[in-house]
Each structure stands twice: as structure tokens, then as C-alpha cells.
């Protein structure tokens, strides 16, 4: 079998070095970063001394594995001869990170990873409308607005509202609703500008009323998307969690504990907040109703999965909340997400979503963080992947940058951070990155996205601290749609910003599967499809690398 690098917390290679055959497994034990460091660079040096023998004992041996050997070698020299160049061979890297097998992608919301022409397309099949202009006195009727139901539209109100082939006709009206629909060309020319953070976040507002169209639709292209660029298995975010208890046409149900929550706020008694949290959470599942409402939407989640996975490709939904609804809203929600994950298969894990810096989300966070914990003891297995930290210095008061990593693990009992930008402003800093090595909690890097929202890139990036600290991290989109780019651009990012050896650059493609949510049998399976992968990958790059070398001896 060709050698590979599974383990979180070695250190880069020299670029030119072969990919260590299976690492051991990370160290867990939590100590000081800079003893966790000096571990970290001497087991490298000694994996890259020892013999592939001694790294593999249960390696394949024989011409077959000494050719895979020599794939490997090559493919790392090709890559570290692209990176290494001065300037950068981007065109080459560009098609070298489009072929590599990337694993998964685990930071993934289905709504924001649809291109707004997609959104377009649905609009025109719904029989839907966008609106050209604002319309006083027309309900919704805002500028780049979707109207679902035309028919009932003032007359008057009507010629305002264009159908898709009518958008697509009118040239510069589609190119400014594709800029308000995601972030093209936000950055590229002058034009009056939203602050990119509310840029962002607007687009969902706008799309909104056609994501839910057709999910079946939806995840179909998100499928081919993921095969044609090497990737085997999304973890996305596909619906938020049903709210338990609210009241309905059926009858009140729980709303009054629901209220009760909400009546408490932030700063609520332990003993009272538990009380109120017991209360809803018994009355919920002593409700049919709720059950019902509960199989509804886990029967919507395994019809929009149907018929997508196969021996190339794997789909697993997370569930989560918004964080800036009220706090009973977002409690009934995060129950009947555990809930959910608890009852089926397809929904692997639970997470929170919404602005961070906004001002409910501050308010309530550490609220929102004592309900995770709450629920995750009522029941215990339920996996968490938390937005925690997406802050920077200057979008809240320095204060609400100090602990929200921390609590996130700590309290509510996260496996895995997505964004974790503000690792740097959080209190006892070289501790937290301990914890997390030691913990073996993956941050989610999220660079077009990180770049786009919170202007942080390159060295300002605390990726470059997760990686000399040994804490596992995974490269993922985010938003793919909204940022209009893919997985393969993410690592092309990666590679080219810090330059990892090709152990490292392979190494996050493993730990994309590894820390996924997936079962264990169902990870050992994707770890032996991504060997098989690599294999061909590997062999590929040799044979391109050879053809190219060829070329430019014969061109010089």
C-alpha cells in the first residue's frame, strides 16, 4: 500500500521527502506548547529516519509497493518544485489540488454552497419572481427580493417583479443579482459596498425563499460537484432542528415553558435554568404531538438523501440552531436537533449558526453554551461541531473575544470549532491550543470565507498557531455558493499561503475523514477508499510530472 500520513501532529517533511508511511496516532496528553513542539519536530525527524519497514511493518512489499513508493516520492518532489517557485506555479497547483483526493468537506451549510444561478434556475421552474425595484406599499417588495406567488401580486405591482427568463434578459440587473446573491466582485471594482460581514450574511435573506425548492435537486449537484473535484463525503448542514413544543394549529403544546426560558436571560441561576430546561425537555417527549413533528422531519431527511451514496460518494446531515432567536426558541430547537441525532443515522451531529457578533448571539452565548451542555448529558453520544470564535479585534468589545473557543469546548463539550479565529485575544491562549491538541478537537479553516468576513489571511490566520502546536485542523468551504468558490480552491489557498510539505497537504485530506462524524466502521471504510485513491492519484502525478519534465527539455 502506498505510504501516508494519518496522524494530526506531525510536523511538515521537507518538501522534497516521500510521505510518511501511517503516523502513529497523536499524542493526547495535554503539556506545555513549547514541550508539545519539541515532541512534535523530533518525531518527525525520526519518522522521516526511520526505514519504510520499520514505519509499516504490515506494508505491502514487492514491486507493487515499491512502485507506489516511488509515486509517492515523485509526486511530492512535483509538488514542493510548484510551491517552491519563484513566483508559484499556480496554474499547475491549481490542476495538482482540483485532482487530489480531499476526503471530506465538514464545514458545509447546503443553502450558502448553491450557486445564486441555481437559486436563478429554481426561481424560473417555481413560477417565482424577482424584484427589479422596491414597491411602496407591496409587502416584500425589496429590490433583488424573491416573490413566491405572483398571481397574487397587485397588478400594479406586477411589472416590477421578473420572472428568471426576464433576469437573465436584462444583462446588468443579472450581473448586480448575482453581486447581491453571493460576493462577486465585491472587492474587484469600485461600487457603493455593504460591510463585507452584512454582504455576507444578507444573501441568505435574498435566496431564502427558493433553497428549501428542492433539496433532492440541490444535493444532487452538490454530489457531482463534490466527485468532479475528488471528493468523497459532505457533512451538511441541510435544515435547522424542528422546534419541539411551540404551539401549532394542532394545539399549544409546551409554548409556556418555551416562554419561561426566554423570561430568564443570560445571567440565570444554575439550579433555575436546569429546572426550566428539565421541565420543557419531559413535557416534550411526553407529547405524541412532538414524536410526530419529529418523524416528519427526519422522513424529509432521508427522502432528500435518497439514492446519494455509493461506493464513491457519502452524505451526513448536521442539524443546528440560529443563535439570534430568542433563548426558549433556540432551547426547543437544540432538543429536537439532539433528538433527531439521536434517532437517526443520517444526522451525525449538531451545531450552532448566525452572526457571532450579533447582538443576541453575545448576549446569550454562554447561555446558548450551558443548553448544549445540559442536553449533551440528557443524551450523552450526540457530537457537537460549534461556530466559535468567527470574531475579530474591532467587530465586538475586546472583552467578547476572550473565551468563546473555550467555552465552546469546555462547557458545551465541542468536537470540533468551526472558524476558531480569535484564538489569539482568548484568555491563557498557549493553554487553549494544549487542551485542544490534547483533546484532539479539529478546528474547521475556512480561508475564502475567514478572508472575506473578518479580512484575516496569510500569517494573521491562527491556522499557522494550530499547526506548530500539533492541534488537528481540516481545509472546508463554508459557503461555497455565497464565496463562489469550491474544496479544490480552499487547498489551493492552503498550499500556496503557507506552503505545507505534500505529508501535510495529504494529511488534512485524512483528517477531513477522521475527524468527520461518521460511525467508526463507516470512517474505516472512507480511510480505505482515500488509500485507493491516493494510489491512483499518485501514480497519475508521476506519469504528468514526467510528461511535463519531458516537454520542457525538448522546448529548451
Known sequence: MIALLRSAAFADPPPTAPVPSRAPAPCRAAGAVTRALTALAGAALLVLAAPAAARDAGAATGPRAAAASRDEAATARYYAALVNASPQRLAELTAFTTQLPKGGDLHHHYSGALYAETYLDWVGKAGACVWRDDVPGVAGAQRFHIATAPATLPETARE???????????????????????????????????????????????????????????LAQLRQRALDENVQYLETMLRSGPKLGAASADGPHQQALIDRISAL??????????????????????????????????????????????ERFTLRFQTYVTRGNPAGDVFASLLGSFLAAKASPLVVGVNIVGPENGHVAMRDYALHMRMFRFLGQRYPGVKLA?????????????????????????????????????????????????????????????????????????????????????????????????????LSGEYALFASRYRPGYAQLKQAAYSSLRHSFMSEADKAEQLRRLDARYAAFEASVARAARRLDAGGAKAR
Open 160 to 218: 416590477h417583479c421578473l420572472s428568471a427568463d426576464k433576469v437573465i434578459a436584462d444583462d446588468r440587473f443579472f450581473r448586480q443579482l448575482l453581486m447581491t446573491w453571493s460576493d462577486k466582485d465585491f472587492g474587484n471594482h469600485p461600487h457603493d459596498a455593504l460591510p463585507p460581514d452584512e454582504q455576507f450574511f444578507d444573501t441568505f435573506g435574498y435566496f431564502g425563499p427558493i433553497s428549501g425548492w428542492s433539496y433532492r435537486d440541490g
Open 265 to 310: 436571560g443570560p445571567a440565570a441561576d444554575e439550579g433555575e435554568l436546569i429546572a426550566a430546561l428539565a421541565a420543557l425537555a419531559d413535557a416534550v417527549e411526553a407529547d405524541p404531538a412532538n414524536r410526530a413533528t419529529l418523524d416528519h422531519y427526519l422522513a424529509q431527511l432521508a427522502e432528500a438523501h435518497a439514492g446519494l451514496d455509493d
Open 386 to 486: 460549534l461556530h466559535a470564535g468567527e470574531l475579530v479585534l474591532g467587530m465586538v468589545p475586546p472583552e467578547g473575544l476572550q473565551d468563546h473557543i473555550r467555552q465552546a469546548v469546555e462547557v458545551a463539550g465541542a468536537r470540533r470549532i468551526g472558524h476558531g479565529i480569535d484564538l489569539a485575544h482568548e484568555r491563557r491562549p498557549w493553554e487553549l491550543l494544549d487542551e485542544l491538541r490534547a483533546r484532539q478537537v479539529a478546528i474547521e479553516i475556512n480561508l475564502s470565507s475567514n478572508d472575506f468576513i473578518l479580512g484575516v489571511k496569510g500569517e494573521a490566520h491562527p491556522l499557522v498557531l494550530y499547526r506548530r502546536a500539533g492541534v488537528p485542523y481540516v481545509i472546508s468551504t463554508d459557503d461555497a455558493g455565497v464565496s463562489r468558490n469550491n
